[in-house]
Each structure stands twice: as C-alpha cells, then as structure tokens.
C-alpha cells in the first residue's frame, strides 16, 4: 500500500521560507507526477504544482514565483519551498501522488501538514 | 488561473439524488476530459471519487457519478446516504498543463 508522510516546521516566520517533504513508501516515486496541495483552515484546496519523478515541475501561476518543487529517488522524497511566506500561506498542506500522466487524478494522499506563518 | 466554480452548499434528504456542477473555461473543464472529483469528511485527506470526468477507482461506490457537457463538470450522488455527509471538490487539468481546483461544495444530508 502507497503511503505518503508529510514532514517539516509548523510554524515559519513571515518573509522565510517554508520546507516541506513528502516521504513515499510502499511503492518508488519513479514513473509519476507528485503534487503538493494546500487548504487554508476552513478554506477549499489550492493545488500548488507538480513534479515528475525526471524532474520536470508545473505550477499554480499565482504561486510560480516563490514555489520550488524538487524530488530524490535515492531518498524516495518530494520537497516543496515556499518563499517570502506571509499569513495567507497559513494552511495545510498536502503531498499526493498523480499518475503517469501530467493530468492524472490524485490517487493517494498524505495526512497533510498544518503550517502557520507567524512571527 | 481562477478556481472553478462550485455550489457553495448542496442539501438532500436520505435516498434522494443531488447534483454538484463545477463550472469552468474553454481552458480547463472544457479543453479535455480530464476532471475528478474527490470527497473530504472533516479532518481527513481528500479521497477520490471520480477521474477522466465519469471513472470510478476500484472501491468507490457506484451511487456516485459523472458526467461533463461543454465547460461545466457534474457529480451526481444517488441514493444519498448519512455518510455522504461531507466537502466535495472538482479539480481539472488545464491548457497550460497545470490544475485547478473547484470552490468546494458543502453536502448536508438532511
């Protein structure tokens, strides 16, 4: 069974930069797309970007200039960098797997988690 | 991109059906046949219900449907039961090979 673990601070000060990974177990993140999603607290779902286990990334436009995703095969891990973060970028996040197509549905999902910007 | 718009609240009695529309742009929902729609109880990761606008994944309850004409996406939930009690997203692929997601839609079983 695919599992995905998010990891990282809970709390990043305004104007850092938030780090996320996403461990995979169960199964290699090569052959698919890795997407990382965000939900404000009581807000709807923010898809964030994806990125091929090749490397190759896509973006949430409103975000694409502060937002680095990367991968490790040797580690089986996804990260995501945030910058220059402000109050808005309060959410949870979330790690899924996507197929191995760039449209694929998001089939397996982390347990997201909670990140507060704050000073 | 702007999200995809959702009913923000849909409400049905037990063993009635209910739809979710989820309406989009001739650069998402209407550009391919790639929207899914994924169900989140509080507290809880999104699961998903549907992919390539009317395919269920293995599991999922066959109560649950799909279907897409022009711009605007649509989740039918038959035979609506307590547990379908919950937060309902559509999400599609776009033109410029990213995603967006819907607004999001509240179902309260009455």
Known sequence: ????????????????????????????INTYFWNWIRQPPGEGLEWIGHIYYSGSTNYNPSLKSRVTISVDTSKNQISLKLNSVTAADTALYYC?????GSASPLDYWGQGTLVTVSS | QSALTQPASVSGSPGQSITIS?????????AYNYVSWYQQHPDKAPKLLIYEVSFRPSGVSDRFSGSKSGNTASLTISGLQAEDEADYYCISYTTSSTKVFGTGTKVTVL
């Open chain 1, 1 to 28: 069974q695919v599992q995905l673990q998010e990891s990282g601070p809970g709390l990043v000060k305004p104007s850092e930069t938030l780090s996320l990974t996403c461990t995979v177990s169960g199964d290699s």
């Open chain 2, 22 to 30: 989820c309406t989009g742009t001739s650069s998402d929902v209407g």
């Open chain 1, 96 to 100: 899924a797997r996507g197929g191995k």
